[in-house]
C-alpha cells in the first residue's frame, strides 16, 4: 500500500495483495490555497507500507522531496521517475525497492504534463531513469547545525511590570522581553534549540543533529527564531533560508553541503513591539520577503556521510566554539548618505523624517539601539499644487552617517561585485544586441559584429577576473566555503574563457550566437551568489512621528567600496532613485487598499572606517557643513513665555530632551563656526494654497441657544469662525480687537473672490445646511436635531483665483518672509502639527536655532553629548545646476478600465523630484493618444552633470482616471529615466512602449520619450509646436514623432456571440464602431441577433495614417454598441487590439497559416497513430495502412486558432482589467472578425486589390455535428477515494446530450469511446460545449471539467476543419474514405476560396494548380510508393509497399488528396482538450482525446459515423496442471529421526484475481519431490487486441460499482512448506507474463534461474502462451536476496490457455474433480513415507519408528523378556528352593 504525505494531508493508495512488484496505476491529488513559497516548502514524504502489519515496522521504504524541487523543473514534473525506496530508520539496510512515479506541481496556468500509459513493468531500464544521477547511490548521512549566539533580538512581550518596576524604583536591571529559541527544518527533520529566557542576544551553544539520506531532494533549509510564550501560542520572530544549491556542489569537483561559521541576517515586521496584534507577522513567517531588520543567528551546517546521527541535539564541543570565536572580530565600517529630493510623499499628519539603518544600528526607534545621527530632520511634507507632496529640501540636503561594526566580509564581497560587474557588462551588450534586432531595418552582420566585440570584451572581463582570484588570498580566517567557493568559481570561469574563445573562432549564426550568449549568462549568474554576506541590508524608512510609513531594502554588497573599481558595489557614490513602499500585504487583494510611500533620490556610500574619506570624493558638490541643533519652546499663558510649559524650554524637535544652548560641547576635532541663528523649518513657508491658482476658501456660520429655547433669527446673532471654532477677530490696536463677520473677510493678497458667498449644502447637514452638536467646538456634529443640542454651524464657501500683479506678490512675499525671520511656529498643543500663521485657539510655540561647526581633524564624530545621549545633525550645502525636462507623451494602449462603462478618461501626473506637472485628459478611452510635449523649466538639480547623466533621476508617470464626482482612480504608473543632452548635437530620445504597472499587475503600455536638457547658457531645442485651439498644448515635435505612411485597414466584420444582458434588456440590434489612429468607421447593425447574428455586409475598409516603424503601431479600438429605441446608442462591449503590427500583411498576399500536419478496427489505428506498440496489431502496421495525426493540445493551437478568415475578440464590459482567461473578469461576448493592414502606395502606383473579395455568405447554415470522445486522460478525482465516475454531457445551443446512464464507475482515464451526432444551425450553434461530470449516488453530480469549441470558426476557416483530410484515399476497407466530398471536389472549392483558379486536369494523373503542374508519379512513382504517413507531431516518414493496395480508389482522387495534403489542411487528427472547472480557475482538470466533424446538409451526403465503441474482452482459460516438483528446498528437519524433509504444495494465481489456489500436500519429501497431478483452472476476460487481462471487480465491500483494471496477463506460482502448528514457509515463487515467459526446460536437470528473463539479459528465449496455446516442461522458482536470485526448486508444469467456446467443447474441471478430462488426471504416485503422520499412526510406526529403530526395538524386546525372565526368577526361586530344602530336610 502507497501512503503519500503531503502539508498534512495524507492520501492513500489501494492494497495489492501478495505481491513484490505491484502495479497501481492510480492518481492522488493534494489541493492547496495558499501562498506559493508556503506550498513550495512542503516536504512530500512517499512511503509504501506492508498493509498486513500492524506494528510500527509496516514500513517498506520511503522517499522524501519538498514540492519546490518538483516545481524547479522545467515543466514543474517529473515524469514517469523511479524513486529509490529506503528505510530511514535502518541506515545499512540498503535499497527496498523502487517505485515509479509521475509528479506535476500545477498552478494557475500550468498545463499539466501527460504521464504515458504503462501497461506493463517489463524491460524497464531503472537505473537509467532514477531521479538521481546514475550511479549516485543513496547514503545515509548526518547534518549537523551548529546554533551559536543571536544578536540584536526584537522585544516579543509586552512589559507592564517593567513599567511598574521602574515607576516603583524596584529593581536595577530591566528584563530584555524576549525568550528566543531557534528551530531548524530540512526534508521533515526538526530541531530545536533550548529557549534563553530574557535575552536579546542569546547565546545557545547547541548543535542538532539531522539524520538525512545524501543526496536529498530537498533543497532549502529553514531557520525560524520564535519567542516562547507561556500561556499562548509561541510567535515567530523571522524566518530565513539555506539553499543546498549555494552551499554544495556536484560533479568531479563537488562538495558536500557546509556553511559558515557565519551570520545570517533575518528580516520580517517593523520591530517596535505593540500590545496589538501584529498585522505584519506573516512577514516573519518567511512568506514574502520581510521589510525590517530582525537579528542574525550564527549558525554552522556540516554534512557527513556514513551513519545516522546517534543523538539528535548535544552542546557544541569546546573545540569548534573556539574555532567559531575567530569568526566573531568586528571591523568599523561607516555608512553614508546624502538625500537629493523625496517627492510622492503619502499624505501624513505629523512631520516626516527618512531613517537609515544597517542591521539595528540607526534604527532611532529602538531604545537598545545606540543613537546616531541617522534620520534626516523632521520636515513637513508640502503640497506643490499639482499632485505631489514633497519636502521642501531646497539647496540643503541632509546627510546622515552610520556607524557600525561587522565582521570583515570584504573578500566574499569584492569577489561578488567583481562577478556581477562582468556579468553586467556582457548582459547589457547582450541585450543591446536584441533590442536593435527588433527594428525592420536591421543588418545581421553588424549585429553579429556586435555581439562579437561584446564577447571579445567578455574574454577580456573573464582573464582579469581569474588574475584576481588566483592573486588575492582568502582572508586570514576563512572557512571550508570560502576555499570551495573560490575554487568553483575558477574552474567555471576557466571554462568559460576556452569556450568562448572557440565559439570566436567558429562561423555561426547570429541566432547561435545569441543562443551561446545566453548560455553564458545563465552560468555566470550561478556564480553571482554569496551566501556568507553577514552584513545585514541598508533599510530606507520613512517615519512620521513615531510610525514607520513605507521602506526599502539595499543589499550591503551594492553599496560597498572598493579601492578595485571592479570590485566595488554597483551603487556605491552613484545616485540612485529608489521608491518606498508599505510593508507587504498577505493577500494581493489587499494591494488596492495600501497606500503609497515616497520616492526619494538618494547617494549611499558604505565602507571600511578607513576609507571614509573616499566619500568626500563621491558625494554631490557643495560644502559639508554640521549644525548643532536646539529648539525654543513657549506656551501661552496669557501671553507667550514658559509659564505652563510641558516640555523644556531649550530641547530637540520632539521635545524629550533638554538641550539648552549652554549645554553644547564642541566634540573633539571641531570648532564653532559663528553664533546661534534662527533657522527655520521650510515647510512653514509653503501655505496650503501654494502653487494653486484657484482655491475655495471657507468660513462657519456658528449659533448659540439657552436650553428649551429656540434658535436666533437674527443673523447678527451668529458668530464667524474657522473650521477649527476659533473666532474671526481684527486686532485693531494693542488694546481692542473686533470680531468679523463673513462680509468683513478680504481675499489674502494677491488673490480675488470669484462669485459670493454660498451655503455649502453638498454634506451631512439639514435642507438649510446647518449642523448640530452639544458645545461648540466639538466634533461631534450631525445634521440631526435634539433637544439636547445648544449650538450649530454651517459652512460658507467661496471661491478666489491668483493674481498676477507683480506688487501684490511682493507685498505678500515680504510679509511671509518678516514671519520666517522670526521663526516661530504654532500649534494648538506641542505635540500638534505646527504650522506658520498664529491662531487664537494656540497654546503653543516654538522655533528652530542653528549653529555651525567646522571640522579641525577629520574623522571625528560630530557627536554631542546630552544626559547620556548621543545628539547630531549633519547636512550639505549643495551647488546646483539648471536644466529642463521634456517629456514627450504620444499614447498609450490597452489601460485599465476604470468606469463602469470599460473606458477610462485617462490623464497623466509626471513626477521628477519635487517638480510635478499634468497632461490632458483624454475622455472615454483606454487607448488615449495625447499628442502632448510636457516641459517643466528651471530644474534644479544637484551634482556633477556627467554623474547626472550616468544616473538620472527617476521620471515617475502615474496614469489616473477623472471622474466628474469623487477622487481620480488610479490607472497604473510608469518609473522610467531621460535621456540626458548636454547640447543639441547630442542624440535625441526616442519614443518607446513602456509598461503600466498597477500594482502586481501590467495594465497597458505608454509610447513616450523623456529628454533632460542643461539649461545653463547653451542653446535649447526649439519649442515644440502648439496644438490648435481650443487645446493650445505642445504636441510632440517632428524628430521625435512617428513618421506617417497611408496605410489600408480592412476589417472583416462577421457578427457577434454570447452577448450577455446590458441594462437587464438583450443585445439585439449591435453595430460595430472601429477607431484606429483618430479615424472612426462603422458598420450597419444587425436586425435581430436571435435570429442571425452576423453582420449583413461584414467588410468595412478605411485608409489612415499610421507609423512607418511598426513597433510605434497605433491599437484598433472595436466598440460594439447597442441601437436601441428613440434613437438611444449605447456602448455593450470593448475590444482593444494592442497594436496592428500583428495584422501587418503584404497586398494582395494570402495569408495562410502553417502547420504540420479490412478487418481492422477503428482502435487499431488509434494505437497505432499514438505510438502504443503493445495494443496495435502488427498486420496492420506491416500492410502500410493510414496514421491520424495525435496532437498533444486542441486542434486550434496548431492551426492558429483558425483566424486565417476570422477570430474570436473577447469583449468587455465595466470597471476592471480586460483577462480572456480570467473567469471572473468583464467578458460580455465575442466579437468574430479578421483584421488586415497594408501600406499604400505614395509614388502613384495602382492601388492593390481588396483581400477580404471572396468570403463566404454570412447566411445561417444547417449541418451536422458529430462529436467523438475517445478517452479522458487523468481526470481530477471527485470521490472521497481518489476516483470518479465520469460520464460525458454535450451541449450546443438549445441541444443537450447527457450521457449520464452510461457513467464509467472508478476510473480517471476513463475510455469512452462514443459519438454523439447533434444537428446544428451555423451561426447560431456556434460553441460546442464538453462537460465531464462524475456521477454520484446521493448528491449532485460533481463537474470534473468543461471544454468549449468554436464550431463557427472550424467551418470558416481555409484549412478546412470540417473532415480531417486522411493520408490515403481509400474506396473501401476500414480506412474508407469518409468525408461528404471527394478529393477533387475539396481540390476545386479550395482553389476558389484562395483566388487561385480552378484545376486544369490534363489526365488523370497530371494537374495544373496555381501555375504548377502535379503528377501522380511525383508522388507515388510508378505506383511502387505510396503517400507519405504522418506520425503523431506531424513530421513525415515514406511507406513502402511492394504492390498498389487494392483498397485505393482512383488515380485522380488520390493525385488531388496529394496537391491537398501539400496544402496544409486539417489532417485526419485526433486532438487533445483540456478540461477547466471554474471552481479552480486556470488549473488543467484532466484532458479529452477526441475530435468533431462537421457535415453541411446542402450537397452530398453525409457519410456513415465511425464505430469507436471500446474494445470488448473475450472469455479465457488458463489451464495449469501441477506435475511435480524437484530440488525442492528442504525447509524442516524430522523431530524423530534428524532428516531434512518438506510437505511440499503448491499454489497459484492470476495477477489482479482474488482467487488462490493449491495443490494437496506432499508430505515429508525427503529429496524435494512432490507429485501431485493437479489443475488450477483460471477463467479470464482477456483483450488480445491489447493484450491485457481485464479485472472487474468491487475495489471494497461498500463500493457500490465495480471497478475496471488492465493488467498484464501474470501468472504467479509458488512453492510452500506445510506446517500444522505454525504459519507455513516460503519457499519460492516463480512470475510468468502469459505474452513473455520463458521457455520451458525439457528436463529438470537443465532447468535454472538463468532460464529466466532478468535486467541485463536480452539474450533469454521468451514465448507467448497465447500463441503457443500449451507448453509442457520445468521452470525454476528461486528467492530474491539483496538483487541476487538463489534457486530453490523446479516446478513441473502444463500450461494451456483456452477460449470460451473451447473450453465448453474440451471441458476439465479443477484439482481432479470431474469432468476429470483433457488430459485426465490420475492420483499421484507418491512413496509410501509421503504421509501425515497425526492422520496414520500405523504407516507412522512402519515406515518410521520400525524403519529407523528395528534393531533397537527387537534388543529392547528381548532385554525386556530377560528382564521379566529375571524378575520372575527372583521372585519364585525362594520359595521354590526352601520348598526343595523343606522336602529334603523333612521326610516324605
Given amino acids: 500500500m502507497l501512503k503519500v504525505v503531503c502539508g498534512g494531508d495524507i492520501k492513500e493508495s489501494a492494497i495489492k495483495k501478495g505481491s513484490n512488484n505491484p502495479y497501481w496505476d492510480q492518481m492522488l491529488y493534494f489541493h492547496f490555497k495558499d501562498h506559493p513559497q508556503a506550498v513550495f516548502d512542503k516536504v512530500l514524504e512517499i512511503k509504501v507500507l506492508n498493509a498486513k502489519v500492524v506494528m510500527k515496522d509496516a514500513l517498506i521504504g520511503s522517499f522524501k522531496m519538498d514540492v519546490g524541487t518538483v516545481y524547479d523543473e522545467p515543466e514543474h514534473c517529473f515524469i514517469h521517475k523511479w524513486l529509490l525506496l529506503t528505510d530511514p530508520n535502518d541506515p545499512s539496510a540498503g535499497a527496498k525497492g523502487y517505485l515509479k512515479v509521475s509528479i506535476n506541481v500545477i498552478g494557475p496556468g500550468d498545463d499539466p504534463k501527460p504521464s504515458p500509459s504503462t501497461s506493463s513493468q517489463e524491460n524497464v531500464d531503472i537505473e537509467s531513469n532514477l531521479l538521481r544521477p546514475s550511479g549516485v547511490s543513496l547514503q545515509a548521512g548526518s547534518m549537523v547545525v551548529r546554533i551559536f549566539r543571536a544578536e540584536d533580538m526584537p522585544q516579543m512581550d509586552p512589559g507592564y511590570f517593567e513599567g511598574v518596576k521602574k515607576f516603583l524604583h524596584v529593581g536595577t536591571v530591566q528584563k530584555e522581553l524576549v525568550d528566543p529559541y531557534c528551530t531548524v527544518n530540512f526534508a521533515g527533520h526538526t530541531g530545536k534549540t533550548p529557549v534563553i529566557w530574557n535575552e536579546q542576544d542569546p547565546i545557545w551553544n547547541h548543535q542538532l543533529n539531522l539524520g538525512i539520506r545524501f543526496p536529498s531532494m530537498c533543497e532549502r533549509i529553514r531557520f525560524q527564531i520564535k519567542d516562547k510564550d507561556k500561556l499562548g501560542a509561541d510567535d515567530y520572530i523571522g524566518t530565513c533560508f539555506l539553499n543546498l544549491s549555494e552551499i554544495s556542489a556536484s560533479g568531479e569537483d563537488g562538495y558536500l553541503p557546509t556553511f559558515g561559521p557565519c551570520f545570517i541576517n533575518v528580516y520580517g515586521s517593523p520591530r517596535e513591539f505593540s500590545d496589538l496584534p501584529d498585522k505584519y507577522d506573516h512577514l516573519n513567517k518567511g512568506l514574502i520577503p520581510g521589510v525590517s531588520y530582525r537579528g542574525r543567528v550564527m549558525v554552522e551546517v556540516d554534512v557527513t556521510l556514513g551513519e545516522l546521527p546517534a543523538t539528535k541535539q548535544e552542546p557544541i564541543k569546546t573545540s569548534d566554539l573556539e574555532r567559531a570565536t575567530s569568526f566573531l572580530r568586528r571591523w568599523n565600517y561607516k555608512l553614508y548618505a546624502a538625500l537629493d529630493s523625496a517627492t510622492a510623499v503619502q499624505p501624513v499628519d505629523a512631520a516626516v523624517e527618512f531613517e537609515i539603518s544597517i542591521g539595528n544600528y540607526g534604527n532611532k526607534l529602538d531604545t537598545n539601539a545606540p543613537p546616531q545621527a541617522s534620520t534626516t530632520q523632521p520636515t513637513n511634507p508640502v503640497y506643490d499644487g499639482n499632485a505631489f507632496y514633497f519636502l521642501p529640501w531646497m539647496d540643503t540636503k541632509p546627510c546622515v552617517v552610520v556607524d557600525s561594526m561587522w565582521e570583515d566580509c570584504t573578500y566574499r564581497i569584492e569577489a561578488l561585485n567583481m562577478l556581477l560587474f562582468t556579468l553586467d557588462r556582457l548582459e547589457g551588450g547582450l541585450n543591446h544586441v536584441k533590442l536593435l534586432a527588433r527594428e525592420d531595418d536591421v543588418i545581421i552582420d553588424n549585429l553579429k559584429q556586435l555581439l562579437c566585440h561584446t564577447l571579445s570584451d567578455f574574454i577580456e572581463d573573464l582573464v582579469k577576473d581569474i588574475r584576481w582570484l588566483d592573486e588575492t588570498p582568502l582572508p586570514q580566517y576563512f572557512n571550508k566555503l570560502d576555499k570551495f567557493t573560490k575554487d568553483r568559481r575558477t574552474h567555471e570561469l576557466i571554462y568559460l574563457l576556452g569556450e568562448t574563445n572557440q565559439v570566436l573562432t567558429t562561423d555561426i549564426s547570429l541566432e547561435e550566437l545569441i543562443g551561446e ?463 540626458v543632452r548636454f547640447s543639441t548635437k547630442d542624440p535625441a530620445p526616442r519614443l518607446d512602449w513602456y509598461p503600466i504597472d498597477r500594482y502586481t499587475k501590467t495594465e497597458g503600455e505608454c509610447l513616450a520619450a523623456f529628454e533632460l536638457l542643461l539649461d545653463e547658457g547653451g542653446d535649447l531645442p526649439f519649442q515644440p509646436p502648439t496644438a490648435p485651439p481650443p487645446d493650445r498644448h505642445f504636441i510632440v515635435p517632428s524628430g521625435i514623432r512617428p513618421i506617417l505612411q497611408k496605410t489600408r485597414i480592412e476589417v472583416l466584420c462577421w457578427g457577434v456571440r454570447d452577448m450577455k444582458r446590458f441594462q437587464l434588456l438583450p443585445v439585439e440590434s449591435p453595430y460595430v464602431e472601429l477607431e484606429c489612429g483618430g479615424t472612426v468607421v462603422q458598420t450597419k447593425h444587425i436586425q435581430k441577433v436571435s435570429r442571425n447574428p452576423n453582420f449583413p455586409d461584414p467588410v468595412v475598409t478605411f485608409d489612415v495614417l499610421l507609423p512607418k516603424e511598426q513597433l510605434h503601431a497605433p491599437p484598433l479600438n472595436i466598440h460594439i454598441v447597442e441601437k436601441r429605441a428613440f434613437g438611444r446608442a449605447s456602448m455593450v462591449g470593448t475590444h482593444i487590439i494592442k497594436s496592428v503590427k500583428a495584422f501587418f500583411v503584404e497586398p494582395n498576399a494570402a495569408d495562410p497559416d502553417a502547420s504540420k500536419g479490412s478487418g481492422f478496427d477503428w482502435w487499431t489505428k488509434y494505437y497505432y497513430s499514438i505510438g502504443d506498440d503493445q495494443r496495435t496489431l502488427e498486420e496492420y502496421v506491416n500492410q502500410g495502412h493510414d496514421r491520424m495525426v495525435v496532437y498533444s493540445h486542441e486542434l486550434e493551437e496548431a492551426f492558429n486558432n483558425f483566424t486565417d478568415l476570422v477570430q474570436n475578440f473577447p469583449l468587455f464590459r465595466g470597471k476592471g482589467s480586460r483577462d480572456p482567461n480570467d473567469p471572473e473578469g468583464q467578458v460580455v461576448g465575442l466579437f468574430k472578425g479578421s483584421v488586415k493592414v497594408y501600406p499604400l502606395p505614395d509614388d502613384g502606383s495602382p492601388m492593390p486589390d481588396r483581400i477580404f473579395s471572396h468570403i463566404p455568405s454570412s447566411a445561417p447554415v444547417e449541418c451536422v455535428a458529430r462529436v467523438y470522445i475517445v478517452k479522458g486522460i487523468a481526470l481530477q478525482p471527485q470521490d472521497p477515494d481518489g476516483k470518479s465516475d465520469p460520464y460525458i454531457k454535450i451541449k450546443i445551443g438549445k441541444n443537450t446530450i447527457n450521457d449520464k446512464e452510461n457513467f464509467i464507475a472508478n476510473n480517471l482515464d476513463p475510455l469512452f469511446g462514443k459519438m454523439f451526432e447533434i444537428p446544428i444551425t451555423l451561426p447560431t450553434d456556434h460553441t460546442l460545449t464538453v462537460t465531464v461530470m462524475d456521477y454520484d449516488y446521493t448528491s449532485a453530480d460533481d463537474l470534473i471539467g468543461t471544454t468549449s469549441i468554436d464550431l463557427e470558426n472550424r467551418y470558416l476557416s481555409y484549412h478546412r476543419a470540417l473532415c480531417g483530410i486522411p493520408q490515403s484515399y481509400y474506396k473501401q476497407g476500414s480506412n474508407k474514405w469518409r468525408d461528404s466530398a471527394l478529393p477533387k471536389e475539396i481540390l476545386k472549392e479550395y482553389c476558389l476560396s484562395m483566388n487561385l483558379g480552378e484545376p486544369q486536369w490534363k489526365s488523370s494523373t497530371d494537374v495544373v494548380v496555381d501555375r504548377t503542374i502535379y503528377t501522380l508519379e511525383q508522388f507515388e512513382g510508378d505506383n511502387s510508393e505510396r503517400a507519405p504517413h504522418l506520425d503523431t507531431d506531424g513530421s513525415t516518414e515514406e511507406g513502402k509497399k511492394s504492390r498498389v493496395h487494392p483498397d485505393l480508389g482512383a488515380d485522380d482522387q488520390r493525385l488531388a488528396l496529394h496537391i491537398l495534403r501539400e496544402r496544409k489542411l486539417v489532417p485526419e487528427h485526433i486532438e487533445t482538450r483540456t478540461l477547466y472547472n471554474p471552481l479552480q480557475p486556470g488549473i488543467s482538470q484532466g484532458k479529452l482525446h477526441m475530435w468533431v466533424d462537421i457535415f453541411p446538409k446542402t450537397g452530398a451526403n453525409i457519410p456513415p459515423p465511425i464505430d469507436i465503441s471500446p474494445r470488448k474482452p473475450e472469455k479465457y482459460y488458463l489451464r495449469i496442471v501441477v506435475w511435480n516438483t524437484k530440488d525442492v528446498l528442504l525447509d524442516e528437519v524430522s523431530v524423530a529421526t534428524g532428516e531434512a524433509m518438506s510437505d511440499i504444495y503448491v499454489k497459484g494465481w492470476l495477477r489482479g484475481q482474488d482467487e488462490t489456489q493449491k495443490t494437496d500436500t506432499h508430505f515429508r519429501s525427503l529429496d524435494g519431490e512432490g507429485n501431485f497431478n493437479w489443475r488450477f483452472v483460471y477463467k479470464f476476460d482477456y483483450l488480445a487486441a491489447e493484450k491485457v487481462v481485464v479485472i472487474k471487480k468491487k475495489e471494497h465491500f461498500y463500493s457500490l460499482d465495480k471497478s475496471e483494471t488492465h493488467l498484464p496477463p501474470v501468472l504467479t506460482m509458488q512453492v510452500w512448506d506445510n506446517d500444522l502448528f505454525s504459519p507455513d514457509d516460503f519457499i519460492g515463487t516463480l512470475d510468468l507474463n502469459l505474452l513473455a515467459m520463458a521457455e520451458p526446460a525439457r528436463d529438470a536437470s537443465v532447468c535454472s534461474v538463468d532460464q529466466l528473463p532478468e535486467l541485463g539479459k536480452p539474450d533469454v528465449k521468451l514465448v507467448n502462451l497465447f500463441e503457443q496455446k500449451r507448453l509442457k516442461g520445468w521452470w525454476p522458482v528461486f528467492t530474491e536476496e539483496e538483487g541476487v536470485r538463489e534457486l530453490t526448486g523446479k516446478l513441473e508444469l502444463e500450461m494451456e490457455v483456452v477460449t470460451e467456446e473451447e473450453h465448453n467443447l474440451k471441458p476439465a474441471g479443477k484439482a481432479r474433480d470431474e469432468p476429470n478430462l483433457n488430459p485426465k488426471l490420475d492420483p499421484p504416485n507418491r512413496p509410501a513415507t509421503s504421509f501425515l503422520w497425526f492422520t496414520s499412526p500405523w504407516k507412522t510406526f512402519k515406515h518410521i519408528i520400525w524403519k529407523h529403530y528395528k534393531m533397537w526395538i527387537i534388543g529392547a524386546v528381548l532385554v525386556l523378556f530377560l528382564v521379566i525372565f529375571i524378575v520372575i526368577f527372583i521372585y519364585t526361586a525362594p520359595s521354590t528352593i526352601m520348598q526343595t530344602i523343606v522336602q529334603g530336610i523333612l521326610p516324605g
Avoid at 557 to 582: H, V
Avoid at 702 to 720: E, G, H, L
Avoid at 914 to 927: D, F, G, M
Wanted: proline share 5%; with cysteine.
Fill in 517 to 979: 550568449t545566453e548560455d553564458y549568462v545563465a552560468r555566470l549568474c550561478l556564480q553571482t551568489t554569496e551566501p556568507q554576506n553577514a552584513i545585514p541590508d541598508v533599510v530606507i524608512w520613512m517615519i512620521s512621528g513615531n510610525k514607520r510609513i513605507a521602506s526599502c531594502r539595499i543589499p550591503a554588497s551594492s553599496l560597498m567600496f572598493s579601492e578595485t573599481s571592479r570590485c566595488r558595489g554597483k551603487m556605491c557614490g552613484k545616485f540612485q532613485t529608489i521608491f518606498l513602499t508599505p510593508p507587504g500585504v498577505e493577500k494581493l487583494e489587499d494591494l488596492e487598499d495600501q497606500k503609497g510611500g515616497a520616492q526619494v533620490r538618494l547617494l549611499l556610500w558604505l565602507g571600511l572606517e578607513q576609507f571614509q574619506s573616499e566619500w568626500a570624493k563621491e558625494a554631490m558638490g557643495g560644502n559639508v557643513a554640521v549644525y548643532a541643533e536646539t529648539y525654543e519652546n513657549q506656551a501661552c499663558f496669557v501671553k507667550w513665555g514658559t509659564t505652563g510649559l510641558t516640555r523644556p524650554d531649550w530641547s530637540d524637535a520632539k521635545g524629550k530632551v533638554k538641550q539648552p544652548k549652554e549645554a553644547f560641547v564642541v566634540p573633539d576635532g571641531w570648532k564653532w563656526d559663528g553664533d546661534w541663528f534662527i533657522n527655520p523649518e521650510l515647510s512653514i513657508a509653503f501655505e496650503a494654497d501654494e502653487g494653486l491658482n484657484e482655491w475655495q476658501e471657507d468660513i462657519y456660520e456658528n449659533q448659540i441657544r439657552a436650553p428649551f429655547s429656540s434658535w436666533p433669527n437674527d443673523p447678527t446673532k451668529s458668530y464667524w469662525s474657522d473650521v477649527r471654532g476659533d473666532k474671526l477677530i481684527a486686532q485693531e490696536n494693542e488694546k481692542e480687537a473686533k470680531e468679523l463677520t463673513r462680509d468683513d473677510i478680504q481675499p489674502p493678497e494677491g488673490w480675488r473672490w470669484v462669485g459670493n458667498w454660498q451655503v455649502d449644502k453638498n454634506r451631512a447637514c439639514d435642507k438649510e445646511g446647518w449642523e448640530y452638536s452639544i458645545e461648540p467646538g466639538s466634533s461631534g456634529y450631525t445634521p440631526i436635531e435634539r433637544n439636547v443640542h445648544l449650538c450649530r454651524h454651517r459652512r460658507w464657501v467661496i471661491t478666489r483665483l491668483r493674481l498676477t500683479d507683480p506688487k501684490a506678490l511682493e507685498k505678500k512675499m515680504e510679509k511671509r518672509k518678516k514671519a520666517i525671520e522670526e521663526g516661530w511656529e504654532y500649534a494648538r498643543l506641542a505635540n500638534l502639527p505646527y504650522h506658520l500663521t498664529e491662531h487664537s485657539l494656540d497654546l503653543a510655540r516654538r522655533r528652530r536655532w542653528h549653529r555651525k561647526m567646522v571640522a579641525m581633524n577629520e574623522g571625528k564624530p560630530a557627536v554631542f553629548y546630552f544626559e547620556g545621549e548621543k545628539k547630531a545633525s549633519t547636512c550639505e550645502k549643495c551647488y546646483h545646476h539648471k536644466y529642463q525636462l521634456r517629456a514627450y507623451l504620444y499614447q498609450a494602449r490597452d489601460m485599465y478600465s476604470a468606469d463602469k462603462t470599460g473606458l477610462s478618461d485617462p490623464y497623466c501626473v509626471l513626477g521628477f523630484g519635487r517638480y510635478s506637472a499634468r497632461s490632458r485628459v483624454v475622455k472615454e478611452s483606454v487607448c488615449p493618444t495625447w499628442d502632448q510635449t510636457i516641459l517643466i523649466d528651471q530644474i534644479k538639480l544637484f551634482g556633477d552633470p556627467t554623474t547626472i547623466r550616468e544616473s538620472p533621476p527617476k521620471i515617475l508617470l502615474n496614469f489616473f482616471d477623472k471622474d466628474t464626482i469623487g477622487k481620480a482612480g488610479f490607472i497604473g504608473k510608469v518609473v522610467c529615466e531621460p535621456v
